[in-house]
């Protein structure tokens, strides 16, 4: 992935120990904020992109697209009282 020029954070989190002698182990030091910025971008972006799944699937689904239609009578019931 392409380096971007962006403002960095520091960040304080907890991990297994486990996973931190893991990661200690396979990754240097010098190299370890690259690898899990890497690790939790790509994670963020098929979870993203799960989402968006998703959102078009419910978009897509009849039932839904019902639902939504006698949702906007109901809002529309009550508008011309105003």
Do not use: C
Request: aromatic content about 8%.
């Amino acid at each position: 992935m392409k380096k971007q020029d962006t403002k960095k954070v520091n960040q304080t989190f907890s991990i297994p120990l486990d996973v931190a002698n893991d990661l200690h182990s396979l990754i240097k030091k010098r190299e370890m904020s690259q690898f899990v910025s890497e690790a939790i971008r790509k994670e963020l972006l098929y979870r993203k992109n799960d989402l968006k799944k998703h959102y078009l699937a419910a978009n897509e689904d009849e039932g839904q697209i019902e639902q939504m239609n006698n949702w906007e009578g109901t809002l529309e019931d009550g508008s011309n009282d105003w």
